[in-house]
């Protein structure tokens, strides 16, 4: 997976509380990208990084925040989980904006 | 309505058989259209990349775009099992803003039995 390491792989949580995804990248990708995965609905974007301390929100941004201090890290939090964020987050990232997109291995968030 | 729009299948073929993906999209300022693959519980990863209208072919893969019809298909020839994944449409606008932002379509999944 292109040196992108999410973690964790798996996690169980309940409603109302803070949780944090880590993305760990070894490419120096500039871009940096989360996206989640639901059934229906294919992969929505819900933020992304340009830069360190650059970032923007993508199309499912409500109820998400997100930060970078280092190139190689970004990390994505739900800052009080409900159950609809139950889904599959994938991290990507990108050298340029031309160039072709690489993908974590997802984690596999449950909100209960 | 979604952008972009993808059958969702399952679909089940034979080894061997041609397979036929679709997706169909509303919004005419997308130019560059992309098919990824997505193994179960992997990440998925690009198998075409296409910039506007026309053909590309890449082994047993063969990617077409049509702007006018707002349609891309992606043709498996002498599909294998190794096959059977989830395949996914993207597309995304060109310059400006657009980064690597990208629209998917649902993912069709395609079983490919021996």
């Known amino acids: 997976d292109a040196g992108i390491t999410q973690s964790p792989r798996h996690k169980v949580t309940e409603t109302g509380t803070p949780v944090t995804l880590r993305c760990h990248q070894t490419?120096?990708?500039?871009?940096m990208y989360w996206y989640r995965q639901d059934p229906g609905h294919g992969l929505r974007l819900i933020h992304y990084s340009y830069g360190v301390k650059d970032t923007d929100k993508g199309e499912v941004s409500d109820g998400y925040s997100v930060s970078r201090s280092k190139t190689e890290d970004f990390l994505l939090t739900l800052e009080s989980a409900t159950s609809s964020q139950t889904s599959v987050y994938f991290c990507a990232t990108n050298r340029d904006t031309n160039e072709k997109l690489f993908f974590g291995s997802g984690t596999q968030l449950s909100v209960l | 309505q979604k952008e972009v729009e993808q059958d969702p299948g399952p679909l089940s073929v034979p080894e061997g058989a041609i397979v036929s993906l679709n997706c169909t999209y509303s919004?005419?300022?997308?130019?560059?259209f992309m098919w990824y693959r997505q193994y179960s519980r992997k990440g998925p990863e690009l198998l075409m990349y296409t910039y506007s209208s026309g053909n590309k072919e890449d082994g047993r893969f063969t990617a077409q775009v049509d702007k006018s019809s707002k349609y891309i298909s992606l043709f498996i020839r002498d599909s294998q099992p190794s096959d059977s994944a989830t395949y996914l449409c993207?597309?995304?606008?060109?310059?400006?803003?657009?980064?690597?932002?990208?629209?998917f379509g649902q993912g069709t999944i395609l079983t490919v039995h021996p």
């Open positions: 993207a597309m995304r606008r060109a310059g400006g803003t657009s980064y690597g932002k990208l629209t």
């Open positions: 490419e120096n990708h500039r871009y």
């Open positions: 919004n005419s300022a997308f130019q560059y």
